[in-house]
């Protein structure tokens, strides 16, 4: 008799932690697909590109939430089992509060700076940032950290309480500059007429601008050339491939008309 309620107990303290488990697995799963279904389908809503990827960080923010609280409970459950008296403990962390502060300042000061860059709207997944000379994509933005990914695919690992000082790329629209140079046999109105002809053409065909193409003109003279800009304003971080797009079709142009692009010279006189 005694036997078999040792063995009923041992399997209690097996079972129960697994069931518990099992339970917190699946409440989190559940509560995960109704969030992103929440969150992800916002196709209808017709949200703007920083709309969505300030959903998308709160979205990966309150699944850390829930994670966190999920395990918390799992942990207390599972002690239950054991005889571990849970109201004590829960009792107990007033007092014992200000110990782990000082043991988790670095954690608490993490989560506090998620919180702010969250509300604040500093930065979210999606936008590119500068940190510390370290310019990438934001991958990721949870309570603790953030991940930052460069071009290359390196990714940094930055603390949020040492994310300070950030440049932020995506808050507005870019700006693409095309500085052309030709040389100073060719004239300076058929220069700038074929620039417009360019602008006219290219006007309304270009998805990443948010404006209408720019002919400045004429801005200096260097040693060897005659310079002109063109400028397109254009949503965030677009302006690169705005630009090699200008300059391909610019240089399609010139060759067409024939207007000749320098290249630098030397000259050299014999002193005899």
Request: aromatic share 6%; glycine share 6%; no cysteine.
């Amino acid at each position: 008799m005694i036997k078999l309620f040792n063995l009923e107990i041992n399997l209690k303290l097996i079972i129960l932690p697994l069931i518990y488990i099992i339970i917190g697995i699946i409440v989190y799963e559940l509560l995960r697909k109704i969030i992103t279904k929440i969150t992800v389908n916002n196709k209808k809503y017709n949200l703007k590109n920083h709309q969505k990827q300030r959903i998308d960080t709160l979205r990966i923010l309150i699944l850390n939430i829930v994670k966190y609280i999920t395990v918390i409970i799992v942990v207390l459950m599972i002690l239950g089992t054991f005889g571990v008296n849970v109201s004590s403990i829960l009792a107990g962390l007033g007092i014992t509060t200000a110990i782990i502060g000082l043991a988790f300042q670095d954690l608490a000061k993490d989560i506090i700076a998620g919180f702010s860059i969250i509300t604040e709207a500093q930065y979210e997944v999606g936008d590119t940032i500068e940190v510390d000379g370290f310019m990438g994509e934001v991958v990721f933005l949870g309570l603790k950290t953030t991940r930052i990914r460069n071009y290359k695919g390196a990714t940094k690992i930055i603390s949020n309480h040492n994310m300070d000082k950030i440049i932020n790329y995506s808050l507005n629209n870019s700006l693409a500059i095309v500085d052309v140079s030709v040389d100073y046999n060719e004239n300076s109105d058929k220069v700038e007429k074929i620039l417009n002809e360019v602008a006219e053409r290219l006007n309304g065909t270009i998805e990443e601008a948010t404006g209408e193409i720019q002919v400045i003109g004429l801005t200096s003279l260097d040693d060897s050339s005659i310079n002109y800009r063109v400028t397109l304003e254009t949503n965030a971080m677009q302006h690169y491939a705005v630009e090699r797009l200008l300059k391909k079709e610019i240089k399609k142009a010139f060759d067409k008309a024939k207007i000749k692009i320098p290249f630098p010279q030397i000259e050299v006189h014999n002193g005899k």
